[in-house]
């Protein structure tokens, strides 16, 4: 299914990190027009925002951040729930909050435990969802793998292998060849969010592409580009589920962009950015 070209409005709330971006310069292509406000602009609750994208967010500095996790998570979207004029609001989530998870459906039960510092962004996210579905307005809640491209933030596992590659042609990794996770590109995020947020029903989505990649598969893909590839001894199994996609699909098609095809141009982008 493909956006209307009319032109459309979105208000992008922390637009200004890696998904925002490009969601911006995606939206604007097909002829909408976009606002990027800052966090703290009061005007968001004296104006019409048409489309919300509430891209706000933490990552992996959250342990560090506990406070700030919260007031961009919960704390801000509850503000704009309960104040803000909007047509809809896409709330982005994680994949990751089905960690411990039996299956990856949307309706799936999901385990948190708030002893265990790691938790605090699954559990911030999950409050963030629950606020956007009990707030009686017009809401979509998009559950984000990990997301990959050009110009990654630096603080992400695979930004950080392929910098590593780049810089030193060798990668260690600390976590099982075993390991693996669901990769996403964000030009299917960016192609798929306006969808979902015109054409989708309000609820949840998996915005995934469905398939894992393990840590074995990247390093021989790098391994053939002339980097050298180890592991650390005993590393850790870090396992994620197959991640479902079916709902995804039925309103979007599938993924155009698979990792195994797209690493070997992003590690020349990183061996030719200083």
Not at 24 to 45: E, K, M, N, Y
Request: proline share 4%; glycine share 6%.
């Amino acid at each position: 299914m493909s956006v209307p070209t009319a032109a459309m409005h979105a208000t992008l709330i922390g637009g200004h990190g890696f998904v925002g971006r490009h969601l911006q310069a995606q939206l604007r292509s097909l002829g909408w027009t976009c606002d990027v406000p800052l966090r703290d602009d009061v005007s968001l609750f004296q104006r019409d925002l048409g489309h919300v994208f509430y891209c706000a967010g933490l990552t992996a500095d959250f342990r560090q951040r506990p406070y700030d996790t919260v007031e961009a998570h919960v704390a801000l979207l509850s503000n704009v729930l309960q104040q803000a004029s909007f047509l809809s609001l896409t709330y982005l989530s994680s994949t990751r909050v089905y960690a411990g998870a039996s299956t990856t459906d949307e309706g799936a039960a999901l385990q948190v435990r708030s002893h265990v510092s790691g938790d605090l962004y699954n559990i911030s996210k999950l409050m963030g969802e629950s606020l956007c579905l009990n707030s009686q307005r017009d809401v979509r809640i998009v559950r984000l793998s990990n997301v990959y491209g050009l110009h990654m933030p630096t603080q992400n596992f695979l930004s950080e292998v392929l910098t590593s590659a780049a810089k030193d042609k060798c990668v260690v990794f600390r976590s099982s060849p075993q390991s693996q996770k669901d990769y996403i590109a964000v030009q299917d995020v960016v192609r798929c969010l306006p969808i979902i947020a015109q054409h989708g029903e309000a609820g949840i989505y998996n915005l995934a592409s469905g398939c894992n990649v393990s840590n074995a598969e990247i390093a021989s893909i790098l391994q053939r580009q002339g980097v050298r590839c180890k592991f650390q001894n005993n590393a850790p199994d870090i396992l994620f589920p197959n991640m479902n996609v079916a709902k995804l699909h039925a309103l979007c098609g599938a993924s155009h962009h698979e990792l195994a095809t797209d690493l070997p141009t992003l590690y020349s982008h990183y061996c030719e950015t200083p």
